[in-house]
């Protein structure tokens, strides 16, 4: 398994998630030791849930899991980026396509395109 | 100032910078909130150096600045999206255009691109 710089123990790695057909840049989340093994060996997108401190299979819930097409490693070990396809279209869990469709533009806020999916259909709770 | 979730006195908060352009991801960086309002106010993508503890104004040294085209904020406001033009060609200090070149795949590394230019005529030392 190939070694990340996690610097210290419990430190997160942040991993950027991009679209490997189109280059969008769909979300950000961390991984730990555990999740980066997970990712690399079962080919499934797999974090740690900052907010639930648990491994995070990302999809687990809705079923929109994220399949790796290609892993890339900065230059100091130290980040990871996700080129991946994306089941059910959508990666953020508000049932936008990117967690990054909020513009900023002379000080204000623009959302950018619309829900894929209605969360309250997909996380039923 | 448009207000990102910093969660606590002195956390980061993670910038991924992408060539507006073409959407290759070329870095990941960090800004504190002198180093956000710096890059809305200035337009030039400025962090925060982890590792020299400061104010980073990305380029200063090289020359090698990069033009804010499009900032995007995440649902939860705590990740940053950049959408620049890359000055001088390469975003990585080792000459690549992207710090994301090594591509792992079945456990090993391949170097994806070759340096644009060379480190040490960039960084006099």
Not at 12 to 37: C, F, R, S
Not at 40 to 47: C, F, P
Not at 52 to 73: A, D
């Amino acid at each position: 398994m190939y070694k990340l710089n996690f610097k210290t123990d419990g430190a997160l790695i942040p991993a950027i998630v991009q679209d490997h057909k189109t280059g969008e840049v769909l979300m950000l989340a961390y991984m730990n030791q555990e999740a980066w093994e997970a990712t690399v060996t079962t080919g499934n997108a797999t974090y740690f849930s900052r907010s639930r401190q648990k491994l995070w299979v990302k999809g687990e819930t809705s079923g929109h899991l994220q399949r790796v097409k290609e892993i890339r490693i900065d230059c100091d070990d130290d980040t990871v980026l996700l080129k991946i396809e994306q089941i059910g279209d959508a990666a953020c869990h508000t049932g936008h396509r990117s967690c990054f469709h909020k513009k900023l533009e002379n000080g204000s806020i623009t959302i950018v395109g619309k829900p894929v999916f209605d969360p309250e259909e997909v996380y039923k709770t």
